[in-house]
């Protein structure tokens, strides 16, 4: 059998961003030879990738391609050509996240009716197909709307606030959520190998920043009752199995101001929402996600320190190649790792980079937190 | 100014061993250019290097053509042609460690004179330029021999036991220093940078393997007095700045049964007796060295969680391309990190890489640590 920790054990990661950057500079540590597809020659994995080549990864000849000589494939970006990834799975190649799993994620329609199906609880929605049939199915609001294929990052989402908003909707099959009065976003990143074992991370807290949809803190613990604590916990470990997925999987969480907690939506591979796990739980998920795709023993999840994650976006108006303000005096605090992605050039909230902050408590991480967001700015 | 966070910013190092690669890992946190310089084509760097150029680093026109385009350059190892560095650091490029402190460190005599000059306790010593020399000095019995030059994980050192094992002593210039009775190994690494801040980290224990003459175990923190640890600290404090040095240094003592603390070695540059600051401390060495180098903040150094460091070590009698039996069966153990360097054969005591573990109690790593040093076997 060849060893995984040799050059004759070939991964191939599909996307060459920040997700894969931070998966690659792990997996060092067990001496795996990773293959890096994305269309963008300087991608965050273009240096640290065993082999980097730049491809489309939407494109079925290129998957196809790519994969056939790769012991295992894995994804660091859902939005992949699965029919390539379902071909490749046939001819007796592992694809983790499995593509029959992918393929009901890729769709954020398929991912409510499968919530629903296995009995998950999640906000009422109905699924359009234009903006014609949701001017006929609108009957509340505010609600989103979400296009069912390609959003993330806060693209693709978009608010409707009245019957007069949907002229203005996106074009496109959209799967549209009621708005929920919401008390906190949470997290819970979970992860299941080969053999079935399953291990989730704590609960995280989310605060997003309104203007770009997108998450701007993370607090690690989150600050929720045991029994909401308990409730996602067992949610997530729950779908992955429904789901009967190998991996490492997202599911993201609103908890009602009436304290119903609803799954939002879920990401089959390290996600933002686990960052802070590099240096605040025994194993980072991206060693985890490592561990789920190759069958190893998963890691002990748990936090050593209570951390602070804030993502370091491109300041709003800005665009071309990246300065980095305020890096040298962040540095200085205590508690403070900062995470730079390697983009030549930023824009309008752009994900540039995180910084994460642990500490012996988590108000003393959000006290260093705040100030390591008024110091670093990320300009052109 | 150029940003040391784009590739206009070039870091020249020379060795592109386990050190360098572990340097190399955390330097894309900040998204630095690191060209690296080693004669080994396949060696631990390689693959992680922005560049990576094949060549001898101890050869003066390979260094010198190597560093003539770089901004900063370090070392990983530090059997390097500091004749270059010198003329680089002339011609106005920064060279950290300084090649004038580096001279001292390469030479073990010089090394032994500057600790008497600047009253740092060390063993009792003479320097001798051959056997017949040695003959002449050697009063006192057992003591080591140790290569002034050329020396380094065991190699170069040799223990003569009476006057006539002296015909069996290595041919050379060489330091010999008095065998004291020892209770304890012990190490500080201490950083500085350009602006002359000096950070240390707190004192460790190393165990050796006695038959290699390697670090097997390190203990994080180490079981000493309030006192030892403030000696030991400050003594790291003083060489450095008494070195008038740039960049990280490690400090070995020997702890002697009379509870005396000697100045064993030096090395300016991330050391075995750090490793476990990856995951045990808030900084880590390597990310400690990059800053120094660039003279940026020095990290905070307290530890998290108590650790234990096992070196892993090529089993004896194996020598050819390594085999890694048990690195599964030791990852389903809690706060076990493997680090594996990437070297594509294995021999007898060869540093393969490294685990540490993490946890609340140090007793508690010491018995994870025991297990998987009976669990991981690095064979051919």
């Known amino acids: 059998m060849k060893s995984i920790h040799s050059a004759d054990f070939k991964i191939g990661l599909l996307g060459g961003g920040q997700l894969g950057r931070m998966m690659l500079q792990k997996a060092y540590d067990y001496n795996l030879f990773i293959a890096v597809l994305d269309p963008t020659r300087e991608a965050p994995c273009h240096q640290l990738a065993n082999e980097f080549i730049v491809g ?18 894995t994804i660091e970006f859902e939005d992949v050509n699965s029919d390539a990834l379902a071909d490749l799975e046939a001819k007796g190649i592992k694809v983790f996240p499995q593509p029959k799993a992918l393929k009901i994620i890729q769709d954020k329609g398929l991912q409510k009716e499968f919530f629903t ?4 609880p999640t906000s009422p929605y109905f699924i359009v197909k234009d903006k014609v049939e949701m001017a006929q199915k609108a009957t509340q609001f505010p609600f989103f709307q979400k296009l069912r294929t390609s959003g993330y990052d806060g693209y693709g989402v978009q608010k409707i606030n009245s019957k007069a908003d949907i002229s203005d909707a996106m074009e496109g099959p959209s799967m549209c959520e009621l708005a929920v009065p919401m008390d906190k976003e949470l997290s819970v990143i979970v992860a299941r190998n080969e ?5 989730n991370f704590p609960v995280v807290e989310l605060e997003f920043n ?39 999987l997202a599911v ?31 194993t980072s998920q991206f060693d985890q996600h490592i561990r789920s795709i190759l069958n190893l023993p998963l890691g002990d ?33 205590k508690g403070v790792n900062i995470h730079l992605y390697g983009k030549a050039t930023t824009k309008s909230f752009r994900k540039m980079g995180h910084v994460t902050i642990v500490a012996e408590s988590l108000q003393e991480a959000k006290t260093i937190a705040k100030k390591v967001k008024e110091t670093i700015k990320i300009k052109a």
């Open 56 to 73: 489309n990864f939407k494109d079925y000849d290129t998957v196809y391609n790519f994969g056939l000589s790769k012991d295992v494939i």
């Open 117 to 120: 199906k296995i009995g998950v």
């Open 195 to 199: 053999s079935g074992e399953v291990k």
């Open 301 to 333: 999840t748990a936090a050593t320190k209570p951390s602070v994650m804030v993502n370091l976006l491109g300041e709003k108006g800005f665009e071309g190649p990246a300065i980095y303000e305020g890096v040298n005096e962040a540095m200085a605090m």
């Open 252 to 282: 993201e969480f609103f908890l009602s101001t009436s304290g119903e907690l609803l799954v939002n939506e879920i990401a089959p591979r390290p996600h933002n929402s686990g960052h802070q796990s590099i240096e605040g739980n025994y």
């Open 210 to 248: 309104p203007e770009a949809n997108m998450v701007e803190y993370l607090f690690s613990p989150a600050n929720i009752s045991e029994s909401i604590e308990k409730q996602a916990q067992e949610l997530a470990r729950k779908i992955i199995i429904e789901l009967d997925m190998v991996g490492l």
